[in-house]
């Protein structure tokens, strides 16, 4: 993973890391504010961060399942207006129609974001529990932290 040097990549990473953990923790609330006012650079900042995690969890763990009952419930707590989009794309890789990446070129930014984290948070769920998923973003909060990246004071 790229270690960020810019306070704007920075602030992505944590963005992506809570993201991540709202879909993990089903909180509808959080998910909303986690990417509350940004602009589109902010936006694709975020979506590039979450695309580098999306892509060492699967090269970690190979090909992992995503079942579609488990993205329907996962993107439950994706905003109203963006979730039909986002499920769209995300039923499409998960029944093998199409790769990840095909299936998020036709979204909007901000559902680009959503689509991959989902994926990712799901990955995460089916490979090691719900618990052991959370726990693994907690190690990456404290390797961040260690690793001389605060979290920004206006981050969740």
Avoid: N
Avoid at 34 to 39: E, H, S, V
Avoid at 52 to 78: I, Q, T
Avoid at 97 to 119: M, N, S, W, Y
């Amino acid at each position: 993973m790229t270690e960020p040097e810019d306070p704007r990549l920075i602030r992505a990473m944590w963005q992506a890391l809570d993201l991540t953990r709202a879909y993990l923790s089903q909180d509808r609330g959080q998910v909303a504010r986690c990417l509350a006012g940004l602009d589109i650079t902010q936006l694709e900042r975020v979506l590039a961060w979450l695309i580098l995690d999306h892509d060492a969890l699967f090269d970690e763990l190979g090909e992992p399942p995503m079942s579609v009952r488990e993205l329907d419930r996962m993107g439950a707590h994706a905003p109203l207006e963006t979730e039909l989009a986002m499920m769209t794309a995300v039923r499409r890789v998960a029944t093998g129609k199409t790769g990840l990446t095909e299936a998020v070129e036709g979204l909007v930014p901000l559902d680009r974001v959503h689509a991959i984290a989902i994926c990712t948070a799901v990955m995460l769920l089916e490979a090691r529990g719900r618990s052991a998923a959370l726990e693994s973003l907690d190690v990456a909060t404290m390797r961040y932290k260690q690793m001389g990246y605060p979290r920004p004071s206006t981050a969740p």
